[in-house]
């Protein structure tokens, strides 16, 4: 599985196999706003994944450049 295959296992296939695809899974208008932000590209290494720049959750910031 590539990086990418496993992104998108995590997040569009995984709101898929829940039921729930239209609201989460992808980035798009109407859809919750569950993301996070890298500093990295996660498609070269998932390092940055465990270090987020930024985190949002139902389109609230609730983490910012490490703090809460």
Do not use: C, W, Y
């Not at 829940?18 to 569950?34: M, N, S, V, Y």
Request: glycine content about 12%; hydrophobic content about 45%.
């Amino acid at each position: 599985m590539t990086r990418m295959e496993a992104i998108t296992a995590a997040t569009k296939n995984g709101a898929i196999i829940l039921g729930r695809e239209a609201e989460l899974g992808t980035l798009e208008p109407g859809k919750l706003a569950d993301l996070q932000i890298v500093d990295a590209n996660p498609l070269e290494s998932f390092q940055p994944l465990g270090r987020p720049s930024l985190v949002m959750i139902g389109g609230a910031v609730v983490r910012h450049q490490g703090r809460r």
